[in-house]
């Protein structure tokens, strides 16, 4: 929080680091990835701290030996951070491509860098860049639609009903914040660098492995709030300025509440589902009907059994086209997410034969038969 106050407001000015202190201290997707025991708060921490100083000039050895400190230990927190040097060294190279001692001084950092590291990339070469685990996804116009309301409504997305509306909304703003006047040109030139250049990588990288994830490009988001910020801090009228400052902590508010409200949800017995899973299932089809849950599954699962994930808007297309006596397995979890109204539990009662059911503490199994005739 006070890492992306002194960034943002070194970019700009401190309206806009204080809009912007305030969004990443209360968004609930930052929110919920802080719950993880994970390093996700730390690497974001080293790169605005990076960011921070490569501002300030390199041409101050006390800056230079900032980041190179930053990037050496963000590196070895999250190897996605490197998308962050690459972003540095083409606002270097860029802004400062005819001051030869500068770059002199800069590129002598750099190995620096990549010798301290150089352990770390002997392991990430032995390894072959394995495809991520948690949250990867197929890139498709509906799976990034999903991210960026991920991004801006977190875990508690789903009790939202008009989320095009807000969509629009964040969208619309953020959009304000590109718009000139240009005053900083090479601070947002670096904003625009570090917020979009490792998301396109990534999505590019993605279509050959899956390496595209909300929470790896988490790493990425606070560049979006500052600029949604600076899209905020734009509007001439300070009475506007806070009216929407308002509307967006109160969908967030919404969010954090739903998620708070719902706490149970991360806390489900997979091991033992899987399990029942591996000693019952035979050669029937399984398919798993829990939004944002069935990683879980897979982790226990290991590629044991074949299953389909299914969203709502595939239920009932991929279920009939089972065939007439077809006997299959539905795992159910987390189904309020996308659902509310129980739909998918109403689907399977009154379209196919219950054989079994066994209940694992808001994990619901379930072996179905399709009707004779």
């Not at 949604?228 to 806070?242: M, Q």
């Not at 009662?349 to 619901?364: A, G, N, P, T």
């Amino acid at each position: 929080m006070f890492m992306i106050y002194k960034l943002a407001s070194k970019l700009f000015d401190k309206a806009t680091g204080l809009i912007s202190s305030i969004l990443f201290a209360l968004s609930p997707f930052h929110i919920y990835f802080a719950q993880e025991a994970r390093m996700y708060p730390m690497v974001i921490f080293l790169v605005l701290f990076s960011l921070y100083y490569l501002v300030k000039g390199i041409d101050k050895t006390k800056n230079l030996f900032f980041i190179t400190i930053a990037n050496v230990l963000m590196l070895y927190t999250h190897i996605f951070s490197a998308f962050v040097v690459l972003v540095e060294n083409l606002y270097v190279i860029t802004t400062s491509f005819k001051n030869k001692k500068l770059l002199k001084r800069w590129v002598i950092a750099q190995f620096i860098i990549l010798i301290f590291i150089s352990p770390w990339l002997y392991v990430i070469i032995q390894s072959r860049t394995p495809e991520v685990y948690q949250g990867a996804q197929k890139v498709s116009l509906i799976s990034l639609a999903y991210t960026f309301l991920e991004v801006n409504l977190g875990a508690g997305r789903s009790v939202f009903r008009n989320k095009a509306l807000i969509a629009i909304v964040f969208i619309f703003l953020s959009i304000i914040g590109l718009l000139p006047p240009w005053d900083k040109k090479r601070e947002l030139f670096l904003l625009i660098l570090y917020l979009f250049v490792p998301i396109l990588l990534l999505l590019f990288l993605s279509l050959g492995k899956s390496f595209f994830s909300a929470r790896y490009i988490s790493i990425f988001i606070p560049g979006y709030l500052i600029l949604l910020s600076r899209g905020i801090r734009r509007f001439k009228y300070y009475s506007l300025i806070l009216l929407l400052l308002i509307g967006i902590l109160g969908v967030y508010f919404l969010s954090l509440n739903y998620y708070y409200s719902n706490l149970a949800n991360l806390n489900r017995p997979w091991r033992e589902a899987v399990r029942y899973i591996h000693e019952n299932v035979a050669s029937e089809k399984v398919f798993i009907f829990a939004p944002y849950m069935w990683r879980p599954f897979e982790y226990y699962n290991r590629g044991k059994i074949n299953y389909e994930t299914l969203s709502i808007s595939q239920l009932e297309s991929k279920l009939f086209n089972l065939s007439q006596g077809e006997k299959f397995w539905v795992i159910i979890a987390n189904e309020e997410v996308e659902d509310p109204e129980g739909k998918p539990l109403r689907f399977l009662e009154s379209k196919f034969i219950l054989l079994r059911e066994v209940k694992y503490y808001r994990i619901v199994i379930k072996q179905c038969k399709v009707p004779e005739s």
